[in-house]
């Protein structure tokens, strides 16, 4: 079984701070692991993935991630944040099983005051 | 290339009642998954059909159902609704059971 924490429901930064939404996982095998971004009264965007193979994984709008096994986290970072990245964001792993079903986390809502 | 489509996009129902919620695919994808967000919450997994079988299935009661059709479009079913039932029902179409997901906007459901 795998499961998800997202430290911190809410995050507040200021627009052109560094973003950083923390993401820790638990599988018994190597997992697939997802960031997706939820706008209001909208689905799931795709931000980035990790498979395999390099740990740095770089998703849209500045948006990169780094898989650490040895801590089993899968942080979010941007850079300089931006107004229009206030949305909830959502950690999500999933196994390299025979369906692909996603556990997420509770989400983390970001906030970008001016 | 047309993104998932889910219909309706709002609906309210009261307790006991029966619903049937609607998906369209991307274009090619052969895998769709059913998720259900509640308010405040990240979605669950409801089950995922794969060609036209279902293909796997979450900690969800038998009266949540769901059907897949030929040109992978699918439907969830969910009968004598509960107050709990009250949520953001989300459909995520794929090119294959472990390629990545992709959401619709979800159909949001009431029940009174």
Known sequence: AQSVTQLGSHVSVSEGALVLLRCNYSSSVPPYLFWYVQYPNQGLQLLLKYTTGATLVKGINGFEAEFKKSETSF?????????????????????????????????????VSP | ETGVTQSPTHLIKTRGQQVTLRCSSQSGHNTVSWYQQALGQGPQFIFQYY?????????????????????YSSELNVNALE?????????????GRNQPQHFGDGTRLSIL
């Open chain 1, 75 to 111: 942080h979010l970072t941007k850079p300089s944040a931006h107004m229009s990245d206030a949305a909830e964001y959502f950690c999500a792993v999933t196994l390299n099983s025979g369906y692909s079903t996603l556990t997420f986390g509770k989400g983390t809502m970001l906030l």
């Open chain 2, 51 to 71: 060609r036209e079988e279902e293909n796997g299935r979450g900690n969800f009661p038998p009266r949540f159902s769901g059907l897949q059709f030929p040109n």
């Open chain 2, 83 to 95: 107050l709990d039932d009250s949520a953001l029902y989300l459909c995520a179409s794929s090119l």
